[in-house]
């Protein structure tokens, strides 16, 4: 999904054209920089939003609107690195799919469904610190968090639709010129491919960020306003929240920018309203950094809220004596039961 079915294509364009252009290093660098550098992606990931999902799960405190939009984000997040590993395999292995048709499905279906998702959570959880500032004497706010898990199994429904193409046309092909079977997003026709590349756009970024970007704005606004924070019981704790949103948001926004310019460059080249070499090469490079420049997003939010979340932190904390008392606990049972062992094995042996 997203940037690996263009890798396909353009392996195949590329043999066709290698002898003009001559760009064996491209694909000589995929092949050795790429399975490392998602091989620490996914490990960082799956630590990094396992333990942010541990820290929302364990936590004495009822959880808010915004934890409960941040939890679901890990889990997209979490999912989307657990799948990488077989592009791994199949990077190395030259883009040969080894795990049959249906997780080539699964897999391009669950990766797919992150890019939404992701976008869908940090648009709510902004829209939601928006509403926490602007309006903290709301009624109802308790209650909001009830309508947030069912506001994300919609968002988990919605990504699943928007990813239903890599069911419909995702196959295993074997492509002669590469000698390999491929996990191939096979487009009926080419107007399909154009849907896809607006619908990625305008559903992912066109339509999310202008609204990310108001309640962005009105949160500035009101965190540099101390003032009105003042008149608010809970207002450090907002604004605590907020700064996290804001950083989460402005990392996401960076992460995949480069890949929508990229898209929009594809459907050109893709429709030959630019050609040649050179820009083909630049594709080729341009192509491969900005799709994992946006799975490192996956990565890097359980950082974001380590160092910029504070509230994180302390929760992080209470969990963490939390788990350990609970170990002292089981500890001093085991150890009490054990002496009891041993006081009547003394006993018997005395009989």
């Given at each position: 999904?997203?940037?690996?079915?263009?890798?396909?294509?353009?392996?195949l364009?590329?043999?066709h054209?290698k002898?003009?252009?001559?760009?064996?290093?491209?694909w000589?660098?995929?092949?050795?920089?790429?399975?490392?550098?998602?091989s620490?992606?996914?490990?960082?990931?799956?630590?990094?939003?396992?333990f942010?999902?541990?820290?929302?799960?364990?936590?004495?405190?009822?959880?808010?609107?915004?934890?409960?939009?941040?939890?679901?984000?890990?889990?997209?997040?979490?999912?989307?690195?657990?799948?990488?590993?077989?592009?791994?395999?199949?990077i190395?292995?030259?883009?040969?799919?080894r795990?049959?048709?249906?997780m080539?499905?699964?897999?391009s279906?669950?990766?797919?469904?992150?890019?939404?998702c992701?976008?869908?959570?940090?648009?709510?959880?902004?829209?939601?610190?928006?509403?926490?500032?602007t309006?903290?004497?709301?009624?109802?706010?308790q209650?909001?968090?009830?309508?947030?898990?069912?506001?994300?199994?919609?968002v988990?429904?919605?990504?699943?639709?928007?990813?239903?193409?890599?069911i419909?046309?995702?196959?295993?092909?074997?492509?002669?010129?590469?000698?390999?079977?491929?996990?191939?997003m096979?487009?009926?026709?080419?107007?399909w491919?154009?849907?896809?590349?607006?619908?990625?756009?305008?559903?992912?970024?066109?339509?999310?960020?202008p609204?990310?970007?108001?309640?962005?704005?009105?949160?500035?606004?009101?965190?540099?306003?101390?003032q009105?924070?003042?008149k608010?019981?809970?207002g450090?704790e907002?604004?605590?929240a907020?700064?996290?949103?804001?950083?989460?948001?402005?990392?996401?926004?960076?992460?995949?920018?480069?890949?929508q310019?990229?898209?929009?460059?594809?459907?050109?080249?893709h429709?030959?309203?630019?050609?040649?070499?050179t820009?083909?090469?630049?594709l080729?490079?341009?192509n491969?950094?900005a799709?994992?420049?946006g799975y490192?997003n996956?990565?890097?939010?359980?950082?974001?809220?380590?160092?910029?979340?504070?509230?994180?932190?302390?929760?992080?904390?209470?969990?963490?004596?939390?788990?350990?008392?609970k170990?002292?606990?089981r500890?001093?049972?085991?150890?009490?039961?054990?002496?009891?062992?041993?006081?009547?094995?003394?006993?018997?042996?005395?009989?």
């Amino acid at each position: 999904f997203l940037n690996l079915s263009l890798q396909i294509w353009t392996m195949l364009y590329f043999v066709h054209s290698k002898l003009v252009c001559n760009q064996t290093d491209v694909w000589d660098w995929v092949y050795t920089m790429q399975p490392a550098y998602i091989s620490i992606i996914c490990f960082i990931g799956v630590i990094g939003n396992s333990f942010v999902l541990c820290v929302f799960c364990l936590q004495k405190q009822r959880s808010s609107v915004a934890d409960i939009y941040l939890c679901n984000l890990a889990a997209a997040d979490l999912l989307m690195v657990s799948c990488l590993p077989f592009w791994v395999a199949t990077i190395v292995d030259k883009f040969h799919w080894r795990f049959g048709e249906p997780m080539c499905q699964i897999i391009s279906i669950v990766i797919g469904m992150n890019y939404y998702c992701s976008v869908l959570f940090l648009t709510l959880v902004s829209v939601d610190r928006y509403l926490a500032l602007t309006r903290p004497l709301s009624q109802g706010r308790q209650r909001r968090a009830i309508w947030a898990h069912g506001i994300c199994f919609g968002v988990w429904i919605a990504g699943i639709l928007l990813s239903f193409p890599a069911i419909l046309f995702r196959s295993v092909e074997f492509f002669p010129d590469l000698g390999v079977n491929a996990c191939y997003m096979a487009y009926p026709h080419e107007g399909w491919k154009l849907r896809y590349n607006m619908t990625v756009s305008i559903v992912g970024f066109l339509i999310p960020v202008p609204i990310v970007s108001f309640c962005s704005y009105h949160i500035t606004k009101v965190i540099q306003s101390s003032q009105k924070m003042r008149k608010c019981n809970r207002g450090g704790e907002e604004r605590k929240a907020a700064y996290l949103i804001l950083v989460v948001l402005a990392v996401f926004i960076l992460c995949w920018l480069p890949y929508q310019v990229l898209m929009v460059l594809d459907t050109l080249d893709h429709y030959e309203v630019v050609s040649g070499c050179t820009w083909a090469y630049v594709l080729d490079i341009g192509n491969q950094l900005a799709t994992y420049l946006g799975y490192s997003n996956s990565s890097l939010n359980p950082f974001l809220y380590v160092i910029v979340g504070k509230h994180f932190k302390q929760r992080a904390r209470e969990v963490f004596r939390l788990v350990q008392n609970k170990r002292k606990l089981r500890w001093r049972k085991s150890g009490h039961s054990n002496i009891n062992v041993n006081s009547k094995h003394t006993d018997i042996t005395k009989i």
